[in-house]
Nanobody
Framework: QVQLVESGGGLVQAGGSLRLSCAASGRTFSSYTMGWFRQAPGKERDFVASITWTGGSTNYADSVKGRFTISRDNAKNTVYLQMNSLKPEDTAIYYC?????????????????WGQGTQVTVSS
């Protein structure tokens, strides 16, 4: 099992930026595809972005394309989500997760270990 801890959330005005981090420990981090998901109050947990273990392939939800960038540093066992041009509708708890698949999958069912989440609030 991989243990995941997210950080970097907070309160930001619309148009601002935040960078989320997800630190992993336990089994070999670099062998996993990593993903970010988010869950707003009363809504499902939705896919945001994913990245393969080499970083060579990424995938994004349409709602964040061009604004968010996922990256990883396998030497630091950390995956990042740079969020720019934030909108009030980006407000949610953001979770990172691992997938054993060698593709930048978008399906929540393909992800196993989950972190506790970090709150992102975007004010208008």
């Amino acid at each position: 099992q991989v243990q995941l801890v997210e950080s970097g959330g907070g309160l930001v005005q619309a148009g601002g930026s935040l960078r989320l981090s997800c630190a992993a420990s336990g089994r070999t981090f670099s062998s996993y595809t990593m993903g970010w998901f988010r869950q707003a109050p009363g809504k499902e947990r939705d896919f945001v972005a994913s990245i393969t273990w080499t970083g060579g392939s990424t995938n994004y939800a349409d709602s964040v394309k061009g604004r968010f960038t996922i990256s990883r540093d396998n030497a630091k066992n950390t995956v990042y989500l740079q969020m720019n041009s934030l909108k009030p509708e980006d407000t949610a708890i953001y979770y990172c997760a691992t997938s054993p698949l060698p593709i930048a999958t978008t399906a929540r069912a393909h992800f196993g270990s989950w972190g506790q989440g970090t709150q992102v609030t975007v004010s208008s």
